[in-house]
């Protein structure tokens, strides 16, 4: 399997308002292949989100390696990474982050505004065809407010995949929704994933839905370590 | 180049959505815009319908442009008529002059079907009608060969033509000069009034006048000439004649309203200056109104930016968005602008002497749509410069 993402030693320090550094990753390493379903344990505050949006090169590492298919990160420019974000990366948020006052249409067809050529110019065809794989096709005009938790977040995942993302970032898929719909979200994600041999990250603090990944880390204190049992 | 252009296709794509989802935000912020824009395009309009209006005003009593009055006084009165008539001739031979005319000012008597009445009678040649921009409500202006008429040919006003009872022009209505001499006439044309209630007036050939006994006394000279030759002409003529007739005193100047410069420029100037202040309020207005908009829009530029939205496309995308608004201002603002200068009763106020009206401005409609574009720049740049420096991380949280 071709290596998407690669970190070696990764940290990430912010500097405080009173000049103190707080260090929220530490020497992180990781290894992200095609196709990989990987789920990251940890609490509130430890870093769990700062590490996604290094994978999502929404942030570069204050040190350590990051390459993105071969590439460090540091020699791609914030454009260029804009871009390679579009086209490679599918986000899922937990609060869904869907476009209020546009149709659940409108929301899936955002990201292929800023795909070039054929997907900008098929963005209806190729959004209508991934409402109706995550089943919503009948909602298609409905706007996020007239939805339910569990549909927005099929419509989040519907967004998520329309570029035929290479990685796929969930970061809490489930945190808003209930256990019923969350499994279901999950095993939608799980599945739609697979089907596209896309890599699926799982930022989540739900046991339950880390154990539906194949390989598991836990983040502590900015620290990434290898669940035991579980390849790392 | 497929990419280049679904690049375009999808900004404006994407910006016209946002109008769509945001219009009534929007509608709002334009308002004042078209409002605007449809104040200053009606400036110019208006402006460019009054100044018509009162260059054809000023053209009918002054001459067209350039019209020059040439006189020449002996140093104890008026000279000789007849050594004046051939200098003037021999004046409209050496320079070429295509349009002149003698003028006149005489009274005569009129037996009309309700009685004898006064007839301010205006003494002319044939080319006065075209210096004066002479507008026939009937019948025609005078010919050369009108002159060789036995019986003389008028041109008539509105209120003599109807004292004398509005006769058929087909059938050639004739009129009898009263007291005196009594002469028959043919009125061929009428002429409107210059003024509500004005007497009854006709003009007349200088020589068919003479032949009907109706004389004019000290009369005025004048010739059309191109308005870049003018100046020279004007000074040319001038030492001519004050060649020919030592001693006396030449007076040769412009009588057209040109000459005199623009009368309304200073009104349209502050017109105009009052209606950029209205558009500036609006532009000033649409700014605000984005500026707090894009406070509301931070989470969704961070997602935007999320899915692959350069900071290039977030500026281009907060900027068209304003402009493409402000161009659709402009269309509305320039519609309403022609709606109003194009309306009949406006016309027939503004420029109360046109039968004619001009078609509207095209500099008019121009300076508005491109103040509305000025507009929607200005007010889209600083927030899509804003909008470009909100952080993606924190936006996804806000």
């Given amino acids: 399997m071709e290596t998407l993402l690669s970190l070696r030693g990764v940290t990430r320090t912010v500097v405080l308002p009173d000049d103190q550094e707080l260090h929220i990753l530490r020497g992180v390493d990781l290894d992200i292949a095609s196709g990989d379903h990987t789920a990251i344990l940890g609490r509130s505050g430890c870093g769990k989100s700062t590490l996604l949006n290094l994978l999502g090169l929404l942030d570069v590492p204050t040190s350590g390696e990051l390459d993105f298919l071969g590439t460090p990160v540091r020699r791609i420019g914030s454009n260029a990474r804009a871009r390679l974000r579009g086209s490679t990366v599918g986000f899922v948020f937990q609060q869904f982050n869907l476009l209020q006052g546009r149709s659940a249409l409108d929301n899936v067809m955002m990201p292929l505004f800023y795909a070039k050529g054929r997907d900008f110019w098929r963005r209806r065809e190729l959004a209508m065809e991934m409402l109706d794989r995550v089943g919503l096709a009948a909602r298609a005009d409905a706007k996020p407010n007239m939805m339910s938790g569990g549909e927005q977040q099929r419509i989040a995942i519907a967004r998520a995949l329309v570029r035929r993302p290479r990685l796929i970032l969930a970061d809490e898929p489930t945190g808003a929704l209930d256990v019923e719909t969350g499994q279901s979200v999950m095993a939608l994600l799980d599945t739609v994933a697979s089907e596209s041999e896309a890599a699926l990250v799982t930022i989540t603090h739900d046991h339950n839905v880390a154990a539906l990944a194949r390989s598991r880390y836990r983040l502590d204190s900015g620290v990434l370590q290898a669940l035991e049992g579980v390849p790392a | ?398």
């Fill in chain 2, 1 to 398: 180049m497929s990419g280049f252009v679904s690049g375009i296709a999808s900004a404006l794509v994407e910006a016209w959505q946002e109008l769509r989802i945001n219009k009534v935000r929007i509608l709002l912020a334009l308002v004042a815009v078209a409002v605007s824009v449809a104040a200053l395009t009606s400036v110019v309009g208006v402006g460019d319908l009054a100044r018509e209006g009162f260059k054809v005003q000023s053209e009918r009593q002054g001459g067209r442009t350039a019209t020059v009055g040439i006189s020449v006084y002996g140093p104890t009165g008026p000279l000789d008529p007849a050594r004046m008539d051939k200098a003037y001739q021999g004046i409209v031979e050496r320079y070429g002059i295509s349009y002149w005319t003698n003028v006149g000012q005489s009274q005569a008597k009129f037996q009309f079907p309700q009685g004898v009445q006064d007839v301010q009678m205006t003494l002319v040649d044939p080319g006065y009608g075209v210096i004066h921009r002479i507008d026939m409500r009937q019948g025609s202006w005078f010919a050369d060969d009108d002159a060789k008429r036995l019986a003389p040919a008028v041109v008539v006003s509105e209120a003599f033509y109807n004292a004398a009872g509005r006769p058929d022009l087909v059938q050639n209505p004739k009129v009898k000069t009263a007291g005196g001499q009594e002469t028959t006439a043919v009125i061929i044309g009428v002429v409107p009034d210059m003024y509500e209630g004005m007497p009854p007036s006709a003009f007349m050939l200088r020589d068919s006048a003479a032949a009907a006994g109706i004389t004019a006394g000290f009369g005025e000279f004048k010739v059309w000439l191109q308005d870049e030759q003018a100046e020279t002409l004007v000074q040319a003529i001038q030492m001519d004649l004050q060649a020919q007739f030592p001693g006396a005193n030449a007076n040769v100047f412009r009588q057209d309203y040109a000459a005199q410069g623009d009368p309304l420029a200073m009104a349209q100037i502050v017109v105009g200056a009052v209606a950029g202040l209205v558009l500036l309020l609006g532009a000033m207005g649409m700014l605000n109104i984005s500026m707090v908009t894009i406070r509301y829009r931070v989470r969704e530029i961070g997602i935007r930016r999320s899915f692959g939205a350069t900071s290039g496309r977030i500026f281009v995308g907060v900027m068209m968005e304003s402009l493409v608004a402000s161009c659709v201002a402009g269309i509305a603002g320039v519609m309403l602008s022609i709606a109003v200068v194009k309306n009949p009763w406006i016309q027939s106020k503004v420029a109360p002497g046109l039968d004619e009206y001009p078609p509207f401005p095209i500099e008019a409609a121009m300076l508005g749509f491109g103040a509305a574009v000025l507009v929607g720049a200005l007010a889209g740049a600083i927030p899509a410069l804003v909008a470009v420096r909100v952080k993606v991380i924190d936006a996804i949280r806000f």
